[in-house]
């Protein structure tokens, strides 16, 4: 993030408050300035010392002690957030704020600012359930308030059901994704590829190659924070959901074809990362084939060219294909980019020790079909992705 951004947390009394200093540790490491308010009954589970060591700032627990400087502390804070993150939420905080009560430094905070306000609730399942908080959380969001839902498990008092505190990462992943400094792609809507196809053999065997979607997931994740409304078609790999993207998993070249194809003309920016395979088996077996004592020999026919043909349906969209080659890297992409009809090929060698398939770094060219080209030197993939953005919105 180009500009630091101020996140005031408020931490409320339930079981869960020791989880916020998991996020708060995400957090600073996102590089945002973290600034926590702890009600009187969040002190009674965590030491406020636990958060002012990992926030790196003056905790704030009661509203009426002396202030490090001459300012009214709960209207200063209101004013410096960027956001305000409640975690955990308990039923009492969300009740206080639907209806108006402001009696302590958390509540009079939430009451005070102008910034975007995210409740993480957490709470006995009874209690999340019962419909006066329902209702409560209800008025909140028709006030624009924020809400990352708890999860569904076994809760500290043994009862199972809803009012688990959502996944730490998940909340502060969040978060980070509402501060992003860049929303240029508010309105549009991205189509990305990513991940393997697989060519079945039979029931048991099938070919496939060693993308492991790490690439095309970081590309849709650079999409949504910048405001995107993004769906990633993914081949089988072993990455986590993204939260706030549409995920549509596929597995064969035949099935990501279907869905892209279908996608397609409601697109505006279509980013092919997936490794999608060329060659399919000519006949398939639908029994195991058994282990004989002969040679087998595989015949294998061509697959679909899904970039060609998105290529050949092009209007106004903006088409991004990748070359993973072994040699003539740049040769072989360019004549890509012309042939499939693309506005972007990203070029990358794959014989490259430290960068490609399972590596979180790439080294890669952009080339446009405007002759330009751009070499990137090896970075996090993440960061591949918000530099192709860059030059994306450019063009546009």
Not at 34 to 47: C, G, L, P, R
Not at 188 to 193: A, H, N, R
Not at 322 to 337: C, P, Y
Not at 350 to 372: H, M, Q, R, W, Y
Request: glycine letters at 6%; charged letters at 25%.
């Amino acid at each position: 993030m180009e500009n630091r951004k101020t996140v005031v947390v408020g931490v409320t009394g339930g079981i869960a408050a020791y989880k916020a200093l998991d996020v708060i540790s995400r957090l600073k490491k996102a590089n945002l300035d973290v600034n926590v308010i702890m009600t009187e009954h969040s002190t009674k589970f965590v030491s406020p010392l636990s958060f002012q060591s990992l926030s790196q700032n003056m905790v704030i627990t009661d509203m009426f002690a002396e202030p490090k400087a001459w300012e009214i502390q709960h209207i200063s804070l209101a004013k410096k957030a960027d956001l305000m993150l409640i975690v955990p939420a308990t039923a009492n905080i969300i009740g206080k704020v639907a209806n108006g009560i402001a009696d302590d430094m958390l509540s009079t905070t939430i009451m005070a600012t102008k910034a975007p306000v995210v409740f993480a609730p957490a709470a006995n399942t009874n209690m999340f359930m019962n419909p006066i908080v329902q209702n409560n959380i209800k008025k909140l969001r028709e006030y624009g308030y924020k809400f990352i839902d708890p999860d569904e498990g076994r809760l500290a008092c043994g009862d199972t059901g809803a009012g688990k505190l959502a996944d730490t990462k998940l909340i502060s992943d969040i978060v980070i994704s509402m501060l992003y400094d860049i929303k240029d792609l508010k309105g549009k809507k991205v189509l990305v590829t990513a991940g393997p196809t697989i060519a079945p053999i039979d029931p048991v065997r099938y070919l496939t190659n060693r993308s492991t979607g790490k690439m095309g997931y970081a590309i849709a994740e650079e999409a949504r924070d910048r405001g995107g409304d993004v769906t990633l078609v993914s081949g089988p790999c072993n990455l986590e959901k993204p939260f706030g993207i549409n995920v549509i998993n596929v597995n064969t070249n035949e099935e990501m074809l279907k869905v892209v194809e279908e996608k397609f003309q409601t697109s505006d920016i279509v980013i092919k990362a997936a490794a999608v395979a060329d060659y399919k088996p000519k006949n398939y077996s639908r029994e195991k084939i058994k282990k004989g004592n002969d040679d087998l020999i595989l015949e294998l026919t061509r697959d679909n060219d899904i970039l060609k043909k998105l290529g050949s349906m092009k209007k106004n969209q903006i088409l991004v294909g990748f070359a993973a080659e072994s040699n003539n890297v740049i040769d072989n992409a360019t004549a890509k980019l012309h042939n499939k009809n693309l506005d972007f090929i990203i070029a990358n060698d794959i014989t490259c020790s430290d960068t490609g398939f399972a590596s979180e770094d790439n080294k890669v060219t952009i080339l446009s079909k405007t002759g330009e080209s751009i070499s990137l030197p090896k970075m996090g993939k993440r960061m591949v992705a918000k530099e192709l953005f860059n030059l994306i919105n450019k063009k546009r």
